[in-house]
T-cell receptor, first 118, second 110 residues
């Protein structure tokens, strides 16, 4: 099956610093990648949809200047949390769109990045 | 908008059968997904239903009734490793992006 990787898996940083998270599709080309945030015992909340070579589409309530998304190639999207604060501490998960047998479409998720801002 | 509703937590015994229900309200309909998520890990795809009926895949089956806005995930011969959160996700008509429910935390005990 399709494999998506994320790096780093864990980040601990000081308040005010910026953190970059990478999402890669390893064995397929992903024209579309998605960034989610998940707080403990909560649902996956879509933050933005990232299309290769164009600007990301952000969900309502997500600050595009705070969460910078770059999708420079068909296999890599990055999320940069700028000037991180403790309330940004969360589990960030990316996914990439792929087609499975029968023409169905689903998303394959990366392993997630746990961010802790002190 | 979309609304996905599923129970918060369920418990079951190893070897038993458990059914996790999900009701959804979407603008149009373009498929219903089930994902499994172990604590601290990303979700893994389990099933996708777009037509009414039961889809069986090994120990896991998923059912959909579009007229009732209802789906369930059926897990048979439960194993301890099935303890996880099960996410129901619905996709609105004309969209390829699903909206996730809060997930049902399933605890399997001996």
């Amino acid at each position: 099956g399709a494999v998506v990787s994320q790096h780093p898996s864990w980040v601990i940083c000081k308040s005010g610093t910026s953190v970059k998270i990478e999402c890669r599709s390893l064995d397929f080309q992903a024209t579309t990648m998605f960034w989610y945030r998940q707080f403990p015992k909560q649902s996956l909340m879509l933050m933005a949809t990232s299309n290769e070579g164009s600007k990301a589409t952000y969900e309502q309530g997500v600050e595009k200047d705070k969460f910078l998304i770059n999708h420079a190639s068909l296999t890599l999207s990055t999320l940069t949390v700028t000037s991180a604060h403790p309330e940004d501490s969360s589990f960030y998960i990316c996914s990439a769109r792929d087609k499975v047998a029968g023409g169905l479409e689903t998303q394959y998720f990366g392993p997630g990045t746990r961010l802790l801002v002190l | 908008g979309q609304n996905i509703d599923q129970p918060t937590e369920m418990t079951a015994t190893e070897g038993a059968i458990v059914q996790i229900n999900c009701t959804y309200q979407t603008s149009g309909f373009n498929g219903l997904f089930w994902y499994q998520q172990h604590a601290g890990e990303a979700p893994t795809f389990l099933s996708y239903n777009v037509l009414d009926g039961l889809e069986e895949k090994g120990r896991f089956s998923s059912f959909l009734s579009r007229s009732k806005g209802y789906s369930y995930l059926l897990l048979k011969e439960l194993q301890m490793k099935d303890s996880a959160s099960y996410l129901c996700a619905g996709r609105a008509g004309g969209s390829y992006i699903p909206t996730f429910g809060r997930g049902t935390s399933l605890i399997v005990h001996p």
